[in-house]
């Protein structure tokens, strides 16, 4: 059935491949963006508000406008180091952001939210591969918001019988395959796309963040997924809220990890060229190893990601960030 759905931060990186998604299964999408991360190319084919969260008169006029079916949320201010530094526009971003829209969704009646949460909220991992019954204890103020707004939705469902779903994601990589769209940061932070950077521009090289980690070659492991496979999650979470009242929460990642050595490796296989790099320092707050079980996403949801191989990942970030559309 077509559904007419709100993208909160629909011009970012993962926020635009849900539009695409939403849009190729016939919904009606409307995407709310502050455009100050995401770029206005990246919204095609939708109807774009340019919004801000913190701006409740305008929130309440975007709801007026339209009567929604469902929310997702991706817009967030989203970098762990920059949290660290500047926690108070973290909290106000995506707390009270969030809260904002939570209020304003209230009101016009709208009882379905999908929310963008993050492997942050565990903090550092006390297991090998990370279940939803892993403790959530995050050490940065991003992840911090998350899960506090993880807990707000709990609330929302107690008192105001709001459906939510809460997805926790790993390691989002990779790009549209039909182009078009793609990962694009500024300043760009993530290891894919510099990865593939360092092999486009040689005069740029790839700093590696720790090679003295307890894992087996010394580097960071992480769990990649790509962004086609979360928006498919989302689209099952939206189903779930359609029969199922309460929060939900569930972690999405691919469940096999792989070290920055591993990553480089894939760059370099899949683009035939070398990528420059050299050994650095740890990066503060990095956990050595970070690998979601997703098994309750499968059982629950009946997710399951198609892109298993890390290089089929990263050959649709190659052949999105040799030619970027924006
Ligand atoms: N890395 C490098 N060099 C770089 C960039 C990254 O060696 O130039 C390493 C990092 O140290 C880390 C790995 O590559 O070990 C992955 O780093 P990313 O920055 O790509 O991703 P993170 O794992 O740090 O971050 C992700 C999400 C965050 C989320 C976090 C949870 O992007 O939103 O996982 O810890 F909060």
Same mark, same amino acid.
């Given at each position: 059935m077509t559904a007419r759905i709100l993208v909160c931060g629909g011009a970012g990186y993962i926020g635009a491949h849900m539009v695409r998604r939403l849009q190729l299964d016939g919904h009606d999408v409307v995407v709310l963006d502050n455009l100050s991360t995401g770029h206005?190319?990246?919204?095609?084919?939708a109807g774009l508000?340019?919004?801000?969260?913190?701006?409740a008169p305008e929130l309440a006029r975007v709801f007026d406008a339209h009567r929604f079916d469902c929310v997702m949320h991706f817009s967030a201010r989203s970098l762990v180091g920059e949290s660290m530094a500047r926690p108070y526009e973290y909290y106000r971003a995506n707390v009270t952001g969030t809260l904002n829209l939570l209020e304003a969704m209230q009101r016009a009646g709208v009882q379905r939210f999908i929310f963008s949460s993050?492997?942050?909220? $565990? =903090? /550092?991992?006390?297991?090998?591969v990370i279940d939803e019954t892993h403790p959530t204890a995050p050490i940065n103020p991003y992840g911090a918001t998350k899960l506090m707004v993880e807990r707000v939705l709990a609330d929302a469902a107690t008192a105001h019988g709001l459906r939510s779903v809460s997805l926790r994601y790993f390691n989002a990589a990779g790009a549209s395959?039909?182009?078009?769209?793609g990962e694009s940061h500024v300043p760009e932070t993530h290891l894919v796309p510099l990865a593939i950077a360092a092999a486009l521009d040689t005069g740029r090289r790839l700093q590696v $963040? =720790? /090679?003295?980690?307890?894992t087996p070659d010394g580097t960071c492991i992480r769990d990649y997924v790509h962004v086609d496979d979360l928006a498919d999650a989302h689209v099952r979470a939206m189903d779930l809220t359609a029969r199922e009242p309460g929060a939900h929460a569930f972690n999405l990642g691919n469940g096999a990890g792989f070290s920055v050595r591993e990553v480089i490796a894939s760059v370099g296989r899949v683009s035939g060229r070398e990528v420059p790099f050299e050994e650095a320092p740890r990066r503060a707050g990095d956990p050595p190893v970070l690998v979601a079980s997703s098994t309750r996403a499968r059982d629950v949801l009946g997710w399951t990601p198609q892109y298993r191989d890390l290089d089929a990942i990263v050959r649709t970030a190659w052949d999105w960030h040799r030619a970027p559309a924006y």
């Open positions: 206005r190319a990246a919204v095609q084919g508000v340019e919004a801000d969260l913190l701006d993050t492997a942050a909220v $565990f =903090g /550092t991992p006390r297991a090998p395959p039909q182009g078009g769209i $963040f =720790g /090679t003295d980690y307890d």
